[in-house]
């Protein structure tokens, strides 16, 4: 295992220095709007905010399959004078090893959402000067002081410009935008994750579609306690789902969050809940990009609830 100080350490650099934990270059990193249609830029009741986590997943999985090498080896130790290169160093670096067919995958989940909140008739504009990571992280790994400056400085911005209505894509980003900048940066925002907001029905229900089973993220199911939004949302494409035992509110990890760590852990995690998910014998549908990810490496047949509606909905016409 690496020394979590190392990784911390080089994660914290990464986003004093990027606003992003990769090092990667705004410019490189955050591209989805630019294929979005013209569904961006446009005046709106509130704020389309990514966070950059669907973003993230390409660089995350091309980290982590460097650390897998690294862990337990001799070479983990060097991880620590990683934090001596420049950040936009590291960022080019990690860019240039990161498949562009990844980034184009989690990128069009994100205009997939775009395209339902549309469809749903729902007022939002997205700027992506507005748009930045939330630190959960750092807060994640412990290291108070890093998230504090970060995420003072992202609230802070998003008062400069306005914004009071935040719409979230993923768990984490709600999660801090909702709970954690409220209680350590002292300004709060009315946050609302984009499931909540749509208003789809499909003619002739899900079309004999079979089954999915749900994989409830931790902070939507446990802390959030938002589990049954996604489930609204199926049941008004008449689409069927069906439930694990540990889900909702007792939801079991994915294994993702400690994949900075160590990857060994997370796989040990992973292999436990990919169990619970297989005993159901159906698709798993999930609605976190961290989730998604790490339930693909399980092998998992499993597709992230924007692209299943997103499918649904284009289907029905």
Not at 29 to 34: A, D, K, S
Not at 96 to 110: D, M, R, S, V, W
Not at 145 to 155: C, D, N, Q
Not at 279 to 300: E, H, M, S, Y
């Amino acid at each position: 295992m690496f020394k979590p100080t190392d990784i911390i350490d080089l994660l914290a650099a990464n986003v004093r220095q990027t606003r992003n934990p990769f090092g990667v270059p705004a410019s490189r990193f955050n591209t989805w709007w630019r294929d979005a249609g013209g569904s961006t830029r446009r005046p709106g009741d509130a704020l389309l905010f990514t966070g950059l986590m669907y973003q993230a997943i390409p660089f995350i999985e091309a980290t982590t399959r460097y650390l897998e090498r690294l862990e337990d080896s001799p070479w983990a130790e060097h991880l620590r004078w990683g934090r001596l290169v420049p950040a936009s160093l590291r960022g080019l670096g990690l860019d240039y090893l990161t498949a562009a067919a990844e980034k184009k995958k989690f990128n069009g989940i994100l205009q997939t959402i775009c395209r339902v909140l549309k469809k749903s008739q729902v007022g939002f504009f997205y700027h992506p000067e507005m748009d930045f990571y939330s630190g959960i992280l750092l807060y994640d790994l412990g290291d108070q002081e890093g998230f504090l400056r970060h995420a003072r400085f992202v609230a802070r911005t998003l008062k400069l410009h306005g914004v009071q209505k935040i719409i979230t894509v993923d768990p984490h980003t709600t999660y801090a935008l909702k709970e954690l900048y409220p209680k350590y940066t002292g300004e709060s925002f009315e946050v609302t994750p984009y499931f909540t907001l749509l208003h789809l029905a499909k003619e002739g229900g899900g079309n004999g579609q079979p089954p999915v089973v749900l994989h409830d993220p931790c902070f939507y199911g446990r802390y959030l306690k938002l589990a049954e939004g996604p489930r609204q949302v199926l049941r008004s494409l008449g689409l069927e789902y069906v439930e694990v035992r540990n889900c909702g509110e007792f939801t079991s990890c994915c294994g993702g969050p400690a994949e900075s760590v160590s990857p060994a852990l997370s796989r040990e995690i992973l292999e436990r809940r990919a169990a619970e998910l297989q005993a159901a014998a159906a698709p798993v549908v999930t609605f976190c990009p961290i989730c998604l990810a790490n339930l693909l490496k399980a092998g998992l047949p499993v597709e992230d609830l924007a692209s299943l509606v997103g499918r649904t909905v284009n289907n029905g016409g």
